[in-house]
């Protein structure tokens, strides 16, 4: 029986609290939110023990997890980190959902600390869209600092597991960040550039699927995403950067009529497309 004290009940909260109920594998959950409504709903359909729409009940809360989840913006998860970690004793695992690492793995040096990043989402946010199966067949990424030992990570790596994620992979912070800048904050500007471009609204009729899929998260967020950009500036700068030459190289060559280099440019996107599914598939068995 574990008891899991999650704070911040949104897409990726909410939905964490319900995959936990639904696993059968003895949660205890209490949640802190500050929308009224979300505590209310979560305690009727049985997903929670307790909630409170609050900070003022926090020290009951987090006295009472042995694992303190905080699904909550960066900004958020530090300043509550700062106020309430002389709560959490060594006998407790401080995690998070957070989708950057570096400044929370900073702020809790003195605590157990392992956090998770889940990589799954939805183009809405919000408890109204949290999902019991958000999390299944997803990749999960634990970051852990040298205060947590094997035991402490094979518990998170368990919630992991009953969550519904299939692939968990242990990284460091400044890994985690650099590899996230790439695989999920640049899709987002690349799809945002695509809907803000001169055409997008004037593509209906002409579109195929391609279009849909290079812009299905291009219904963003933008109080979330962009502190989530902020908060990796440095590595979201330099992945953006990096495309661009990419793009230049197909510019360049479309402006010198240069087919033999549009050629050469196509052959090794599917050449490194190849190898990459190739690593995929032998990943995943």
Known sequence: MSNITVIGMGLMG???????SVSKQNYNIYVIDTNKENIESALKDGYIQK????????EECIEWGDIIMICTLPSIAIDTINKYKHL????KILSDFCGVKIDIFNNTKDKKYVGLHTMAGREKGGYINSSETLFKNSNAIIVNNDNANENDI???????SDIGCLKIIKSTAKKHDEMIAFTSQLMH??????VNHDNFLKSLGFEGNSLGDHTRVGTIDANMWSELFLYNSDYLYEALDKYIICLNYFKNALKNKNRDKLKILMQNSNNTKKEWTERKNEFQK
Request: aromatic content about 10%.
């Open 189 to 194: 500007i690349i799809a945002c550039g695509i």
């Open 51 to 58: 909630g409170f729409y609050n900070y003022d009940n926090i």
């Open 154 to 160: 094979k518990i998170i790596e368990k919630l992991s």
């Open 14 to 20: 909410g939905s964490l609290i319900k995959a936990l």
């Open 88 to 91: 959490i004793d060594n006998k």
